[in-house]
């Protein structure tokens, strides 16, 4: 990933044909996917960065850049090189929202994308979008779509990822069981 961040293709190339699928691998497989299916350019950069400053609690920044993102995406859409791309940055920016606790602008973020998210076909990275609109929908106490949520999930073939939602699927149980008593 650190050459495709410095825009070395052939050499992001290279390392991610490395990764070999197994059942001990398939969760770096999985993730390596979207990279060596889209060149690095300068977008994918971005989202990295946003990305990283999202899961590091650098909320502000991340922020930010997403909404730069977000603004490039619009003016520039006859230019992107993956289609795809427009999920992981509406997720990214979705996912932000909810680590605000901003949780009903995070539901309205998801859901002005959901009903085109099984045109995604990276079922993987899909996977990832459906768990953290179910925690949402879950935050709200909306059980039967949290749920719904979680076993479109369950189409990716990724025993981690599936693991998750089993997880995800408890939690949610433990959630309804807690507010009934």
């Known amino acids: 990933m650190l050459a495709g961040l410095k825009f070395d293709q052939a050499s992001a190339d290279y390392y991610f044909g490395l990764i070999r699928y197994s059942q001990e691998t398939q969760y770096w497989y999985h993730i390596s996917r979207i990279y060596s299916k ?3 350019d300068k977008t994918m950069r971005d989202y990295l960065i946003a990305e990283n400053h999202a899961y590091t609690f650098q909320t502000a920044l ?5 909404e730069a993102l977000m603004k490039s995406l619009n003016e520039n859409q006859s230019t992107i090189l993956n289609r795809d791309f427009i ?3 509406k997720d990214l920016e979705a996912r932000l929202a909810f680590q605000q606790g901003q949780v009903q ?4 973020l998801f859901e002005s994308f959901i009903t085109e998210l099984p045109k995604y076909e990276d079922e993987f990275q899909r996977a990832w979008i459906y768990i953290g609109y ?6 709200l106490e909306e059980w039967e779509g ?4 979680l076993k479109k999930a369950e189409a990716t073939s990724d025993e981690y990822t599936r693991l998750i939602i089993e997880r995800e699927k408890f939690i949610l149980k ?7 008593s």
Not at 62 to 66: F, K, P, Q
Not at 174 to 180: D, E, F, G, I
């Open 105 to 108: 602008k995070s539901k309205q």
């Open 38 to 40: 889209t060149p690095f």
């Open 87 to 89: 999920f992981l940055v």
């Open 62 to 66: 991340a922020i930010r850049e997403t």
């Open 174 to 180: 433990k959630s309804q069981l807690n507010l009934r």
């Open 134 to 139: 179910a925690r949402v929908l879950r935050e």
């Open 146 to 149: 949290a749920l719904k949520a």
